[in-house]
Nanobody, 115 residues
Framework: VQLQASGGGSVQEGASLRLSCTAP????????IGWFRQPPEGDREFVGY????????TYTDSVKGRFTISRDYAKNTVYLQMNSLKPEDTAVYYC?????????WGQGTQVTVSS
């Protein structure tokens, strides 16, 4: 599975962005997908997760109520909708596909939020 994250950009505080994580392989739909981020001076951290069938999502506390993860199986795409962005959301965002013992990372996409 080759992952591609996209949709990042530079926005003002309070704006919204939607990140996409795609893969060309049909088996992408059988993977659970996690979103992670790495701030400029920090370690990579967990943002949120969606199960392979879309029935379960979870988020880190700092993004609850602002970020939403969804899946479009027809497009082989997982979205991270980010609303009410804050400067502390500035980071490189990565998606991770996981199935059993397999864990795959895509390239990151930069999100910059200015006040």
């Amino acid at each position: 599975v080759q992952l591609q994250a996209s949709g990042g950009g530079s926005v003002q505080e309070g704006a919204s962005l939607r990140l996409s994580c795609t893969a060309p392989q049909p088996t992408f739909s059988s993977y659970s997908i996690g979103w992670f981020r790495q701030p400029p001076e920090g370690d990579r951290e967990f943002v949120g997760y969606v199960s392979w069938n879309g029935d379960s999502t979870t988020y880190t506390d700092s993004v609850k109520g602002r970020f939403t993860i969804s899946r479009d199986y027809a497009k082989n795409t997982v979205y991270l909708q980010m609303n009410s962005l804050k400067p502390e959301d500035t980071a490189v965002y990565y998606c991770n596909a996981k199935r059993v013992i397999v864990s795959l990372w895509g390239q990151g996409t930069q999100v910059t939020v200015s006040s």
